[in-house]
Every structure is written in C-alpha cells, then in structure tokens.
C-alpha cells in the first residue's frame, strides 16, 4: 500500500513539474515581433556567410575537370581553335575576378588574364565621381606569340584560370593559360595593402614545346586616359608618356612615336594620376606612341589622350621569364619618391636648375607650411617669402634705371654732338656709362636672376599634388579654375567661364608694369637706327596683362593666385625702394665722383672699344676710297 501510493505521488510529481515547464515555455515563447526580429537576424547571417562565400568564390575560380561541360565535340573544336591552349578553355569561364586593398579596387578579365578595372579608391573627380584608371575596356594587355603548331595567338583573347590566394597583407592572384596542369603561361599578381604598387610577373612553364622561338614576341600595352580633372584641355597639357631609359634617363612623348632603350619603366601620366611599368630586367628597346584624342574640347569630353607601348620578349630556355611591377595611383611626388625607382620623374617640375629648385626648395617649403595652414595661405605665405628673398635683386634693377634716368641728359647731348658719327656716339657713350658705373647690362642681369625662380614655380603649382581640390575663399579647387561666372557661348583661346583670380593677376601685371616699364622709357634713349623700345616696351604693358587673361583662365587658380600675390607684393617693394630707399640727388653725386676718378677698363670692354675703333677706321676708309 504504502509502495502504490509513493508511485502515485512520483506520477502527481512528474506531471505538475511537466506542467511548469510548459507554462514557463509558452510564457517565454518570443512574440510575433521578437520572431520576426530573430528571422531576420538569421536571415543576415545566412546573406552574411554567402557574401563571404561570394567574394571568396569570386576571387577563386572553380576548378573544372577537363570535359566539364565540354563534349567531345566541343573539345575538338577549340583544340583546332587554340591547339594546345584548348585545356585552359574548358576550365575558364567568362566572369571577372574582383580583389582590392585599402587603396586599390581591381577587377581582373578571365578572358586575357589582365587588369580590366581599376579604381583609386581613396579619390573622386571634379564631379565627385571615383577615379577609374581603367575601366569599360579602355585598356588592354597582350602577348603576340607563335606557336610550333604554326598558329599566331593574342593573349587578350584566351581564357586564363584564375587562383586567388592571401597570406596575410598580400594577396595574390594567379592567372594561368593552361596547357595541362603542369604546363602554362602565367601573369601572378601581388597586392598589399598600403601600397599603390603591384608585383607582376609573366612567367611561363612547360612552354618550350609550344612556343615558337623562332618568332618575335610582343608585349603590347594600350590604354585610353579617362578625363578627370574639369578642363580637359589643361589636363592634357600634363598628360604624355614617361619613361626611364639608358641607365637613369628621363623622358617623355608628349605627341607622336618614339624608339627607346635600355628601359626601366614606361608611364602613362594623366596629369595627377598615373599608370607605370616597372621591369627589374631592363627592356632592351621598346617602341611608344601617345596621340591627342581632344579635338575639340566641347565635344571630346570623355578621354584626353591613348597611350600604346609595344616591347620585345626574350625567350630564356624556351620559357618566358619576366619579373615587374604595376603602379597605379596618384601623380604625388612624396608617394613616388619614395619607391626610390626615378619613379619621380613623372611629376613635371622641369629640368635641370629648376627642377632642383622645385625639389630641394619649394617642395619642401610648400610641404611644411600646407602642415599647419590652408594650401591657399600657404601659396601666399610662399610668395612673400620668395618675394622678400629677392627684393634686393629688385632693388639692384631699380637701381641700374635710376641711374640709366640721371644719365639721360648727359647721353642725349653726345649723341646730338657725334649725330654725323654712330660709332663715335657709342664709344662715348660706353665710356660715359663705364666712368658713371650705370651700364644698361647692370638692370637685365637682376632680372635674368629671377627667371630660374619664375620658371620653377610656373612648373611647381600646376604639379602640386597637394594643391588638387583644395578650396579657398571663392575657389573650390586650387588644381583647376575658379569661376565667377559662366557664359552662355564659347570665347576662343578663353573658355565659356569667367575667373576671377586671372583678372586679379592681370590688373596687377597691368600696374607692375606701369612702374616698370614707365622707369625703363625713361631711362633709354632711342638708339638711331635700332627699334622704338619704348614704344615697344609700350605695346608689352599692355599686351601681356591680356595675354596674362587669356592664357590663364583655364589654368590652374593657384597659379594665378601667385602671379596676383607676386605682382602686388612687387609694386609694393618698387614704391617702398623708389619712395623711401633711393635718392636720385645722393646716387647723382656718387656718380659724378665716379666720373672723376680713373676707372680702368675690364677686359670685356676693352675688346668692345678696340672693335669700335677698327669699324671706325674702316668705314673711314671706306669714305676715302669713294
């Protein structure tokens, strides 16, 4: 009895805990929101896990079996299309191969093995579009070759397979035209994050039996130059082919087909953007073209210029073997220079002393001073500075006409007395100008003094990389025009846009010149026999603030914003030196002291005055003969 009523209780027991449990379960059970909110979480997974699978798959090629999906039949078919490169066609297929870095979006064509897509991602356009360097078949990359079958075949059109692997930073991708599994021609592609630079290889194994030495191979490299910047015309300017060649060299095509050798890397330079091949093996020659796709720049708006390079292979072994590199990225000095590969030498700072300028000076100075001030301040800041180191090279041109003025007098009087006698009037008036210390010579050479500077940041601004969409005050775009005003219609050599930094610049050249050039007028005295300079010096102050206007209005407004800051703070030093440095009477008297004193002449002209006198003496002759 007692055992019958302990399993009763054990089986009352068993049922209220039972009961609680499926009270406490329906109590908890998720409600139709919360239900929704988990499907959807799980649904996110799911989406989650096949994208990663996606992009995994995308980037790594499905492995076909020969036959798959290839009958017999098809297959001898494409052994009589492609003979033994047949294989690789029944493993490929036709989808792209996408990978990408933190600084590079790149898409490879199974089809040709090749980069079919580049995107810079850390860059848009003027119209806030992502900067493509290749996209929508603008470029392409092949290798003619023959084979022993006697075939001609393009590597642009085979099928590669594609194999895409990562080891840490690097990821690699390994495109292979198959011959069988140990036989192939590959492109491997190294990609590392932080870095604009692809390690490229074209290597071929097994290949002996297939290709033909006997026959040329050529590596064939084109590409059409995607407009990026809001003036085509200005890009174009800046958009050619360089190249370093004969151990250092630098080059570049601006137009027309060039032969090189010795070459270590070919760039296609699109203004601030650019596409380089680097070789760790030279190439012995290679043959390049760029031609000007810009016509006409209201209708040609989509590619500024095409680029074409065609370089031999050697064969080492009956294989192909040859290590490179790809760069794709920005036209910045700081970034190319630091490869260490004359990589440099596709940002144009000019040759030679300006060049040296541009890197040694104002690079650097220019770097320091965008650190911790607007670009806009800092091309300001610049110029003062420029400007105030050479203010003394103003001031001894400022000099030399004062005392070229007070001389007039003087050099107008021998030239009435010895009218009947030119070289006489010369001689005198080179030994006048000599004793006075005032020599025409004495006023070009501060100027002459100023054209590497000027030249070197002609060349600078439009190359400034940092200068490339950066805004001040009305301008939004220091690399490319400001405008104040569009207009309707399309003035030749102009534009259809008004910018105002332009006119500044040529208001101020208008002044500057005024000052100048009045001084000058002045101060030479019209030579018989010679041109009107002062009519011509006339026709220039007029004539170059609207050439300045023209020329300018479609370049790039940090440079005008110089040429405007450089001319206003030149006729402030010319005022200041005039006004409150110079004293005619003071400089009038030092000259007459000069006169006083025998002054003995330099070598230079002491030839100058033997060489009047002969001409004298034969013209005198030449008088008594008639």
């Known amino acids: 009895m007692e055992e019958k009523k302990l399993d009763i209780n054990s089986i009352i027991g068993f049922v209220l805990i039972f009961g609680i449990l499926a009270y406490m379960l329906w109590q908890n059970q998720p409600s139709p929101e919360e239900l929704e909110a988990q499907e959807k979480a799980k649904q996110e997974q799911v989406e989650a896990e096949q994208k990663e699978k996606e992009e995994t798959l995308v980037t790594t090629a499905t492995d076909y079996t020969v036959g798959s999906g290839v009958d017999s039949l098809q297959m001898i078919q494409l052994k009589?299309?492609?003979?033994?490169?047949?294989?690789?066609?029944?493993q490929s297929n036709d989808k792209e191969t996408v990978v990408e870095s933190d600084l590079l979006a790149l898409k490879f064509s199974n089809k040709g093995g090749y980069l079919s897509e580049v995107r810079l991602k850390q860059f848009v356009d003027y119209d806030s579009i992502p900067i493509y360097i290749i996209?929508?078949?603008?470029?392409?990359?092949?290798?003619?070759?023959?084979?022993?079958?006697s075939r001609i075949l393009n590597t642009k059109d085979l099928p590669f397979v594609p194999q895409v692997t990562k080891n840490g930073n690097v990821t690699v991708v390994s495109m292979k035209l198959k011959v069988s599994e140990s036989q192939f021609l590959e492109y491997r592609y190294e990609l590392k994050q932080g870095d604009y630079m692809i390690d490229f290889a074209i290597r071929s194994q097994g290949l002996s039996n297939v290709i033909n030495s006997s026959q040329a191979i050529n590596l064939d490299w084109k590409l059409k130059g995607y407009r990026h910047a809001k003036s085509i015309s200005y890009e174009n300017r800046y958009t050619d082919i360089h190249y370093d060649?004969?151990?250092?060299?630098?080059?570049?095509?601006?137009?027309?087909?060039?032969?090189?050798?010795?070459?270590?890397?070919?760039?296609?330079?699109?203004?601030?953007?650019?596409?380089?091949?680097?070789t760790d093996t030279r190439f012995k020659n290679v043959t390049v073209k760029t031609e000007n796709l810009v016509?006409?720049?209201?209708?040609?708006?989509?590619?500024?210029?095409?680029?074409?390079?065609?370089?031999?292979?050697?064969?080492?072994?009956?294989?192909?073997?040859?290590?490179?590199?790809?760069?794709?990225?920005p036209s910045d000095f700081k970034v190319l220079n630091k490869y260490d590969r004359n990589l440099d030498e596709l940002v144009p700072f000019g040759w030679g002393l300006f060049g040296w300028i541009n890197r040694y000076i104002f690079m650097p100075l220019f770097g320091f001073l965008g650190g911790f001030m607007s670009y806009g301040i800092a091309i300001v800041v610049m110029t003062v500075l420029v400007k105030f180191l050479l203010s003394f090279v103003q001031?001894?041109?400022?000099?030399?006409?004062?005392?070229?003025?007070?001389?007039?007098?003087?050099?107008?009087?021998?030239?009435?007395?010895?009218?009947?006698?030119?070289?006489?009037?010369?001689?005198?008036?080179?030994?006048?100008?000599?004793?006075?210390?005032?020599?025409?010579?004495?006023?070009?050479?501060?100027?002459?003094?100023?054209?590497?500077?000027?030249?070197?940041?002609?060349?600078?601004?439009?190359?400034?990389?940092?200068?490339?969409?950066?805004?001040?005050?009305?301008?939004?775009?220091?690399?490319?025009?400001?405008?104040?005003?569009?207009?309707?219609?399309?003035?030749?050599?102009?534009?259809n846009h008004v910018s105002l930094f332009p006119i500044l610049a040529s208001v101020a050249i208008f002044f500057y010149m005024r000052l100048t050039t009045g001084q000058n007028m002045q101060s030479q005295p019209q030579q018989e026999g010679m041109p009107d300079m002062a009519k011509m010096m006339k026709y220039m102050m007029y004539f170059s603030p609207i050439m300045m206007l023209f020329f300018f209005n479609n370049y790039a407004s940090g440079l005008s914003l110089y040429y405007f800051i450089s001319n206003v703070i030149s006729i402030g030093i010319i005022l200041v030196i005039k006004n409150f440095i110079l004293d005619e009477d003071k400089?009038?008297?030092?000259?007459?002291?000069?006169?006083?004193?025998?002054?003995?002449?330099?070598?230079?002209?002491?030839?100058?005055?033997?060489?009047?006198?002969?001409?004298?003496?034969?013209?005198?002759?030449?008088k008594k003969g008639k």
């Open 245 to 278: 060649y004969e151990g250092g060299k630098a080059d570049y095509t601006r137009d027309g087909e060039d032969e090189i050798e010795d070459v270590a890397w070919i760039g296609y330079k699109q203004h601030f953007f650019s596409s380089a091949l680097l």
């Open 135 to 149: 996209k929508d078949n603008n470029a392409s990359f092949n290798i003619n070759f023959g084979t022993t079958d």
């Open 587 to 622: 400089i009038h008297a030092d000259m007459q002291e000069k006169k006083k004193k025998p002054k003995k002449q330099g070598r230079f002209q002491k030839k100058m005055a033997e060489m009047m006198e002969q001409a004298e003496k034969q013209k005198q002759a030449q």
């Open 295 to 329: 016509k006409d720049e209201t209708i040609d708006t989509v590619y500024t210029k095409s680029f074409a390079a065609t370089i031999p292979l050697e064969l080492q072994g009956g294989e192909i073997n040859q290590t490179m590199d790809w760069y794709y990225g």
């Open 395 to 495: 001031y001894k041109q400022f000099l030399s006409q004062a005392k070229m003025k007070i001389l007039k007098p003087e050099l107008d009087a021998i030239r009435e007395k010895h009218k009947d006698n030119k070289m006489k009037a010369q001689q005198e008036t080179m030994a006048l100008q000599n004793k006075a210390g005032a020599s025409p010579m004495a006023g070009c050479l501060p100027a002459l003094i100023q054209l590497p500077v000027f030249y070197a940041l002609f060349q600078f601004f439009p190359s400034a990389f940092d200068l490339r969409q950066k805004s001040f005050l009305w301008v939004d775009d220091l690399s490319s025009y400001d405008v104040i005003a569009n207009l309707p219609f399309n003035i030749p050599f102009y534009g």
């Open 80 to 90: 009589n299309k492609l003979g033994a490169f047949a294989y690789s066609a029944s």
